[in-house]
């Protein structure tokens, strides 16, 4: 069966050198967005806004598949307002 790895890139990379064995990409690509969101979730205070997130996932080979990415941007209906005093 093969292996896949899930890398993490958010600021500093975070290599997966275990790997999981499953049958095919498509259940590696499934597996990578279950963990994202297990791993956002848990560091959801920490992440910063204009703070990238990326999940890689490799083969064993090391050649990547695919990846995940995630920017956190604040829109502008969350910014506060700024007034000056006359």
């Not at 995940?68 to 007034?83: G, P, W, Y």
């Amino acid at each position: 069966m093969p292996r896949y790895f899930f890398h993490i890139h958010d600021g500093y990379s975070a290599m997966d050198t275990v790997g999981t064995e499953l049958p095919d990409w498509q259940t590696a690509r499934r597996e990578a967005i279950r963990l994202a969101g297990m791993v956002l979730a848990d560091e959801a205070d920490r992440l910063l806004l204009g703070e990238e997130w990326r999940m890689e996932v490799t083969d064993a080979g090391g050649l990547t598949l695919f990846q995940l990415d995630f920017c956190f941007t604040e829109a502008s209906a969350t910014k506060k307002a700024t007034f000056k005093a006359t």
